[in-house]
């Protein structure tokens, strides 16, 4: 059993994220990389098992368990940990780096976790890390609102795996949305998704992070919700149509954004559509295929999150319509940024036209006619926002570039470099990735008739860029997402009330309002009293512990 737990993937990155905390300079350097990599070798030293169960209130706790699922998506966040841990060398936030280890090492909890209980805790956990590299940026209100969020969606989980417990257990095993207790646990691992109608926390909260936090953020959060889904709902058919929609919402927003991050960011929703849409299918191939893109996702979405933060490190901004002109000053970043973008749209040779096109044959081996034809016009509006217009217009474009206050460090040129090869090599040679996803192995990828179809899907794209070049010039707007629900509209109600208020003490007779000024200076006190804290008369406390009791026996006598 303990050599089981020494083994757990999710083990040196939890210690890491201490020692990071408490270490400064090359020793931190080394040890915020190190972790990562140490965490990648567990990840194929640990068992394809079961590992030893703890007990615990009675329940039975599996932290550690793995099968070929948890081994794929241990190898991506291993990855993009690694990835982002060298590119974020040159930044010296401790605070950022201990919270990017607990986050990825709870993601990594996540997808070896054993049971039901396990998985919340990492969950939750992996919420908390998060949130702190959100804060640790400054962005407090941003941080905040991500918190809340995910406090909600934790909140739903919980009360799902609650209500589920009774009738199976904690064992993690398939379920059907046929009952309340397994529709909230969809709706909380929804939440982490980025689905409808709370999309919109993902643009909201990843461009605040930092330059290097942005890289943690697009990497683990959502797709730990895919392995989650995998497991907990294959084949549930609701999730086809959700899907659908956070395939096509991804597409529009990232088509209308200016800022290349907040752009990224919807890009994370629409290309997660695509993962839910084939989990919601549930053949098979169909989950090996979601898998799949998963992997292939957190790669070059890493890329062009780095290329965005080297962009930003430079030049103090992201906006389109502040850049332009930078592929002669940051070659390596524009180069990062169009492999990165031909790969989010399935060019092929790039690892990003083997998933998909997984993707793609398990919706027409199951005749899914809607689906196979709104994900391939999707792919053809992802070659125009990220293989054409993100570039072009922020680094390709005739324009005079922003001064650059900072040169891309060696090692953030090593990071995209490394991530940019994997893409590559995949791309070339998809029987590396089929080894490790074994379930896409009869896909045929790079043959000439597909090649063919592809090529020629993102040829029209390019004539459309062509066409349509004013209309998709980027503009300084605000655009409005779902998110004003919760960022404007409380104000909105708030300041309502308010007024109403007003206008209904302004009517109350004088007399009435001096006996109402009174009740309010004496619950005011009563509240002041109570937050600070203060000593109170004997009298009082056996007052207010006699009315409690008195409610409490009239509840229980009920």
């Known amino acids: 059993m303990a050599e089981t737990l020494l083994l757990a993937p999710w083990l040196p990155l939890l210690v890491g994220s201490v020692l990071v905390a408490v270490l400064r300079g090359l020793v931190q350097d080394v040890v915020f990389v190190a972790a990562p990599m140490l965490a990648l070798v567990f990840v194929w030293m640990v068992p394809q098992a079961a590992g030893p169960g703890i007990d615990w209130l009675g329940l039975t706790l599996m932290p550690i368990a793995s099968d070929p699922t948890a081994r794929l998506f241990g190898t991506a966040f291993a990855l993009a940990a690694i990835g982002g841990a060298v590119f974020a060398l040159p930044q010296r936030s401790s605070t950022e780096r201990a919270a990017a280890l607990l986050y990825a090492g709870s993601a990594q909890g996540v997808v070896f976790a054993g049971d039901l209980v396990t998985l919340f805790l990492f969950w939750e956990v992996m919420a908390i890390g998060s949130a ?202 524009t180069a990062a940024m169009i492999l990165g973008g031909l790969a989010l749209a399935a060019m092929p040779l790039t690892a990003g036209f083997v998933s998909k096109s997984a993707i793609m044959q398990a919706l027409a081996e199951e005749h899914a006619a809607v689906a196979w034809f709104a994900l391939t016009a999707i792919s053809a509006g992802s070659m125009l926002y990220a293989g054409l217009r993100l570039p072009w217009f922020a680094m390709l474009r005739s324009s005079t570039p922003p001064p650059l206050s900072l040169a891309t460090a060696p090692a953030m040129k090593l990071a995209m470099g490394g991530v940019g090869l994997v893409l590559l090599v995949v791309g070339v040679a998809p029987s590396l990735l089929m080894r490790i996803v074994p ?120």
């Not at 009293?529 to 409490?552: E, H, K, P, Q, S």
Request: hydrophobic share 55%; charged share 10%; glycine share 10%.
């Open 132 to 333: 702190v590299v959100i804060f640790s940026n400054g962005a407090s209100r941003a941080g905040l609102r991500y918190a809340l969020m995910h406090a909600f969606g934790g909140v739903l989980f919980f009360a799902g795996i609650a209500a589920s417990i009774g009738s199976g257990g904690t064992a993690i095993r398939p379920f059907a949305a046929d009952s309340i207790g397994s529709v909230l646990m969809l709706a909380g691992i929804l939440v982490n998704a980025g689905a409808p109608p709370v999309s919109a926390w993902v643009a909201d909260a990843y461009p605040r992070a930092s330059w290097s936090g942005a890289v943690f953020l697009s990497a683990f959060t959502t797709k730990a919700a895919v392995a989650v889904l995998i497991r907990l709902f294959p084949g549930e058919a609701a999730l086809v149509p959700i899907g659908l929609i956070m395939a096509v919402y991804g597409m529009v927003y990232a088509l209308l954004g200016n800022d290349i991050r907040r752009m990224l960011s919807y890009s994370i929703v629409g290309q997660v559509g695509f993962m839910v849409v084939a989990i919601g299918i549930g053949t098979p191939l169909a989950l090996a295929a979601a898998a799949a893109h998963a992997f292939v996702h957190i790669l070059y979405k890493g890329l062009l999150m780095m290329a965005a933060g080297t962009v930003l490190r430079a030049t103090g901004t992201t906006r389109l319509t502040a850049l332009g002109g930078l592929a002669r000053s940051m070659p390596f970043a």
């Open 439 to 558: 379930g896409i192995d009869a896909v045929a990828v790079l043959t000439p008739d597909h090649i063919l179809f592809q090529l020629q899907l993102l040829i029209g794209s390019s004539i459309c860029f062509v066409l349509f070049l004013g209309l998709l010039a980027p503009r300084a707007r605000a655009i409005r997402d779902t998110d004003w629900l919760w960022r404007s509209l409380p104000q909105l109600l708030v300041n309502a009330v308010r007024a109403i208020s007003r206008r209904g003490v302004a009517t109350i007779p004088s007399r009435a309002e001096v006996e109402a000024k009174k009740i309010r200076d004496l619950s005011e006190a009563w509240m002041q009293r109570t937050m600070d804290a203060g000593n109170w008369r004997t009298g009082d406390i056996a007052l207010v512990a006699t009315a409690l009791l008195g409610i409490c026996l009239f509840i229980a006598a009920m």
